[in-house]
């Protein structure tokens, strides 16, 4: 069992930047395959970037070249930095993991074992 606590989330105003962290418990973190999702009031939850258990990373299109992935095995903690922030990305951002998966596996909802209790993020015009 893997349990996942998102920190970081708050209000910001447009252009502004946030870092969102997702502590892992368990000894196998390293195995995981971590993703980020976000879902606005009224719409789907969607795939925002992932970082394979191998090394691989994904973004969506909407997020490419303002948010950055990355992980720290060793804290047992993944992290997504955002920049250059739009109100669009206003949203409840959560947190998933699942055992080694792919890059075709991180973007899927339905792949995910585990999940946080998500963080808001409020970007202001």
């Known amino acids: 069992q893997v349990q996942l606590v998102e920190s970081g989330g708050g209000l910001v105003q447009a252009g502004g930047s946030l870092r969102l962290s997702c502590a892992a418990s368990?000894?196998?973190?390293?195995?995981?395959?971590m993703s980020w999702f976000r879902q606005a009031p009224g719409k789907e939850r969607e795939f925002v970037a992932g970082?394979?258990?191998?090394?691989?990373?994904q973004y969506a299109d909407s997020v490419k070249g303002r948010f950055t992935i990355s992980r720290d095995n060793a804290k047992n903690t993944a992290y997504l930095q955002m920049n250059s922030l739009e109100p669009e990305d206003t949203a409840v951002y959560y947190c998933?993991?699942?055992?080694?998966?792919?890059?075709?596996?991180?973007?899927?909802?339905?792949?995910?074992?585990?999940w946080g209790q998500g963080t808001q993020v409020t970007v202001s015009s």
């Open positions: 970082f394979s258990w191998s090394g691989s990373r």
């Open positions: 998933a993991a699942h055992q080694l998966g792919s890059a075709t596996t991180m973007r899927r909802t339905s792949s995910q074992e585990f």
């Open positions: 368990g000894r196998t973190f390293t195995t995981y395959t």
